[in-house]
């Protein structure tokens, strides 16, 4: 069999990665109106950064990163050596972390300088078990914004996902906007024994991986897929019952600007989102209908220690990523048409082999004054040139004869109209214009 690509692997193919483009211009248009420029990080970071950043006990870093190894570090483990931890390399699993050791290594936001607004697009691996919507290579477009702790800069950022939505197709009606704040390093270690002591009360009814990670994390308990565990932990103390003074003022400010902006959300106790990074607001959008479990297609929040985390100075931030394949998926399951990839102005048919040359020199011509144009290389007869130019979308085509060398002129044929206008083949500037 031939070879395939890896499991959890997919490669876009050229409508996909047409619409992928399209889709990255389009979020660069967006954020750009809010201030956004693009960084571009590598896609290996020193595994450390990930274990520092995202936190050692999170399922993405103890469970799902790919490590990257030279051959010589390999070889050098196999034969029972050890390699540096600067050596120790994996395979970026988000973004963030890397964004964030960039504005620090960089000092993109020097003390009393206005936010760094940085964008990024690009390929995140995690080793999760493939299903639809969960890949182990997926893209992702996300947003850091570094510098300000201003519940502003959460709901702008949050405004500004919910209108990429809707400029990439995906309406706002389509989707649940789920909020809640995770409080910071005052207010959550009590809220974390809270739970530790709700979920001991009630371990019976907990399954084994909730119970296991009790000590280290009982706030992951709120992910956790198992219906008897979901529904004893709907009952669990809430977040927004805990929270400090500051944390709650910060939340009910993010929910304040929602409101003006008129986006509807859901307050929900249970998002606790994955990373260790994340202090105060949380959120996710979520597709309501077609999409199974893996229905999220964005999330993110405020991580205002991350940047201390991976050793730069205080610098508060908010971030978010969405999943491109993810709300391709949502096209799909709402039906919305992909651009197709690749366009054609003029299709030149050749009726016999002698106008070959001359169709060349034409597609050449055109292809130099700045427009797309195609020809056979396959020596077909003419009734398969004109499915070829069909097939290609051409909207004009041009059929070159022993008639039209002979006079220099042929004719213009309108593939929609059907209209036929003739032209002056040593004129190519007016077959140019004649393509508008
Ligand atoms: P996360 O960093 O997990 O919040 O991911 C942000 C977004 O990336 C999610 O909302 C998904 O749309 C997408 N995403 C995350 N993990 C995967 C995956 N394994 N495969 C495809 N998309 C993903």
Redesign the pocket.
Known sequence: MAIQSPEGTFDLLPDEAEFWARFKATAAEVFGRYGYVTIETPIVERTELFVRGIGEATDVVSKEMFTAISGENLKRLTDGGSVKSSSRLSLRP?GTAGVVRAVVQHDLVPQGAAPAKLMYAGQ?F?A?RPQK????Q?N?VGIECLGAEAPSVDAEGIIMLMRFFEAVGIPVSATRLLVNSMGCEECRPAYREAVRAYMAEHETQLCEECLRRADINPLRAFDCKNERCRAVMDSAPKITDHLCDSCRDHYEAVKAYLDAAGLTYIEDHKLV???DYYTRTVF?VQVTEGMGSQN?????GRYDKLAQEVGGRATPGFGF???F??CVLALRAAGVEFPRAGTCDLFVACAGDEARPQAFALVQAVRDAGRAAEQDHQARSLKSQFKLANKLGARYVITLGSDELVTGTAVLRNMETHEETPVDLADVSAIVAALE
């Not at 919507?133 to 182990?136: D, F, T």
């Not at 999220?296 to 993110?300: E, F, L, Q, S, T």
């Open positions: 988000e995140m995690r999760e919507g969960r890949q182990r997926f992702q989102r994955g990373l996710e999220a297609i964005g999330g993110g990523a969405l999943g394949e993810r």
